[in-house]
């Protein structure tokens, strides 16, 4: 009978080709992990990697054996996980995958909390690209999803989890840094740092822009990058103005820029939790669900609130105290 541990090994060694990076990560020696592929070729009557040449790789069987470890070795952390159910205490590994703002001002406030109320909890938490994330949902290796965008698909529940402005933001020494508004016409006049098109803010401002009947290409682009922090940074630089979310706004370059109203255009994205309807869920995981999608989340509450808040304060100020 296959040994899950073995897997784990074989999944190690697999995903690094050295048995010596494989044995640090696992927290074993070498020799240990030289024993448990051996023990797996001897398994199957079949060598698992090629050791012919310098470099490690894997043989045909290697190849077609690790989709399924992986698979197998889910499946057994899922069994132990939902065996962990049946106790009081809620404890395990919990898994999330996110997009960029929820998961640097976001997930961290839930986090908090979570952790707080459940400290024989490990979490692991993934900033990734919006796609990404759905990707490790469906396969398995993430257990919640946070993301920027509902993207619609019949095995996953999603969950609204709040509402959030993104803002339009001028360097403190720019003409528009001293007016509440501007015309959408006079962003034709001014050089405009943008998010990559697959981000979730680019699509808000795409979006907001054409129901006003303004194409975003119309804009001045000059700079295209690949998060908001550094778009809060680039316009306190003086390279152009931009458009972020808010809390970014707030919490990176609050007192290095001003925030500009574009007269008749609303900017808003929604933030959406999600799960797999058809995985079994761990313990951990719906601890997390069921104190997220409360209406009287007290972590949404705080950041609800610090959006509010006109003067500079820290998200990080509201957070639980862990005794």
């Known amino acids: 009978m296959l040994d899950p541990h073995q ?3 074989f999944l190690a060694a697999a995903e690094t080709l050295n048995f010596s990076q494989a044995a640090r990560h696992l927290h074993i020696s070498q020799p240990s992990v030289t024993q448990h592929i051996r023990n797996l070729e001897t398994h199957f009557g079949m060598q698992l990697f090629d050791r012919s040449n310098r470099k490690l790789t894997l043989t045909e069987a290697g190849t077609t054996l690790l989709p399924l470890a992986r698979d197998l070795v889910l499946k057994a952390v899922r069994a132990d996980d939902l065996m962990d159910t049946l106790k009081e205490e809620v404890y395990g590994h919990l898994t999330i995958a996110c997009s960029t703002t929820p998961g640097k001002y976001i997930l961290p406030s839930l986090m908090a909390d979570f952790l707080n109320r459940h400290p024989k ?3 692991t938490i993934t900033v990734t690209s919006r796609e990404v994330a759905m990707q490790r949902l469906n396969e398995g290796s993430a257990q919640i999803i946070v993301s920027s965008l509902f993207t619609y698909h019949p095995d996953i529940e999603f969950h ?4 959030e402005p993104v803002v339009l933001i001028v360097p403190q020494n720019h003409p528009w840094a001293k ?4 015309s959408i016409d006079e962003l034709r006049n001014v050089n405009v740092i943008l998010r990559e098109q697959t981000s979730g803010t680019y699509q808000v401002v795409r979006d907001g822009l054409a129901r006003r009947g303004f194409d975003i290409t119309e804009l001045k682009k000059v700079l295209t990058l690949g998060n908001s922090e550094a778009i809060a940074f680039s316009v306190q630089e003086g390279i152009g103005v931009g458009f972020v979310s808010k809390l970014v706004a707030k919490r990176v370059v609050c007192e290095q820029v001003a925030a500009v109203e574009v007269a008749g255009v609303e900017l808003t994205q929604d933030i959406y939790i999600g799960q797999h309807r058809r995985m079994a869920s761990t313990s951990a995981q719906m601890a997390f669900w069921k104190m997220s999608t409360d209406t009287n989340s007290p972590a949404i509450e705080r950041i609800e609130a610090f ?7 820290s998200l990080l ?3 639980p105290v862990t005794p």
């Open 160 to 163: 609204k989890l709040m509402s």
């Open 7 to 9: 897997l784990r090994v």
């Open 307 to 313: 959006l509010r808040t006109p003067r500079q304060t």
């Open 179 to 182: 007016r509440q508004v501007v």
């Open 317 to 319: 100020d509201t957070l």
């Open 121 to 123: 909890v490990e979490a």
